[in-house]
């Protein structure tokens, strides 16, 4: 599957925009990006690294901001059409943001965002 990084890119902000409003205004200290791949697992398709919102507590500050990587190249190495492709993004943009939230893997695989 090819896309363009632009594309790509804009898939990622569409997926965002379906966040609702008050999580995303809630979101704090965080940066999207949008890589390759991961240099060390290929296979994954998104990573949170950070302080979860949960986590943090009134000592918290000074920190580099959270980031949230979106893997595009390991994302089409899955996906067969752009329709899954959009949905996997989805799915990846969603999965990680829970986990700014504290959020955790289980819940997500248990309702469907693994």
């Known amino acids: 599957m ?13 997926a965002l925009d379906e966040i ?8 704090s200290n965080v940066v999207i990006l949008v890589e390759p791949a991961h240099p060390e697992s290929p296979h994954i398709l998104g990573l949170y690294e950070g302080i979860a919102l949960t ?7 000074g920190y580099l901001p959270d980031t949230i990587t979106i893997y595009r190249d390991s994302i089409l190495a899955i996906c067969a059409t752009p329709e899954e492709v959009r949905e996997q993004v989805r799915i990846t943009v969603i999965h990680e943001v ?6 955790d893997d289980q819940w997500l695989h248990d309702h469907g965002w693994a």
């Open 2 to 14: 090819r896309i363009s990084h632009r594309e790509f890119e804009t898939l990622v902000s569409d």
């Open 20 to 27: 609702p409003e008050e999580l995303t205004r809630a979101m």
């Open 55 to 61: 986590e943090r507590t009134s000592e918290y500050g």
């Open 98 to 103: 829970a986990h700014h939230f504290g959020i």
